[in-house]
């Protein structure tokens, strides 16, 4: 019986480990860095969402700070390797910078689109149409080529730096981490898909 009790405590706490241990193996945080700074390149400086008043923004800091110096601890002492799991997303790949360059040059004339609200971001890391009325007739072909190959790229992207960091199963969770930096970085005025509905920043 006392064997039976600690197999089924040893076998939970395996558990619990493992679990601990797959929650944080994608480098969530570093993925975000990562997508800010393809977006910011891809996008420009312009589309970055203005920053609030400084003393906020410590405020936030601090917050966020004390929060995660007490999680990180939490988990040096639970699992030592936890820090070990967050790597830094490698995003200069030649294939990575080849599909980056592509989308920076078409973004210039994606732009009108967003700013007039014929385009908009989808929830799941694309593009698409919002408001076919606001597209010339005779521009309509045209987008809709450029959304396709648009579509096509981040698909791309989102798939080799997955390859690229030795983790493609990770391609999901990089595009999960994309679709949400896409919307959160977008400029005021454009629209947006969240839970199939449209919005505007």
């Known amino acids: 019986m006392r064997l039976l009790k600690w197999l089924t405590g040893t076998v939970s706490g395996l558990m619990l480990i493992s679990c601990v241990t797959i929650n944080i193996y994608f480098p969530a945080a570093a993925a975000e860095k990562a997508a800010d700074r393809i977006i910011e390149d891809v996008w420009g400086p312009e589309t970055q969402p203005q ?97 396709a190959e648009e579509n096509k790229d981040r698909k791309a992207l989102y798939a080799e730096i997955a390859r690229a960091n030795g983790h493609p199963e990770w391609q999901d969770d990089i595009q999960q981490t994309f679709a949400k930096r896409w919307i959160s970085n977008a400029a005021k ?6 839970a199939g509905s449209w919005k505007q920043k």
């Open 51 to 147: 920053q609030a008043p400084e003393s906020e923004q410590q405020d936030k800091q601090t917050f966020i700070m004390q929060h995660q110096n007490l999680a990180v601890s939490f988990l040096e002492w639970f699992i030592p390797s936890a820090n070990a799991a967050e790597a830094n997303i490698n995003i200069n790949s030649p294939a990575i910078n080849a599909l980056q360059s592509q989308m920076k040059t078409r973004h210039d004339n994606l732009k009108p689109f967003y700013d007039n609200g014929a385009i908009g971001l989808t929830d799941d890391g694309f593009i698409t149409v919002h408001n076919a009325k606001a597209i010339p007739l005779k521009e309509r072909n045209g987008l809709n080529a450029m959304i």
């Open 189 to 194: 005025g454009w629209w947006y898909q969240q």
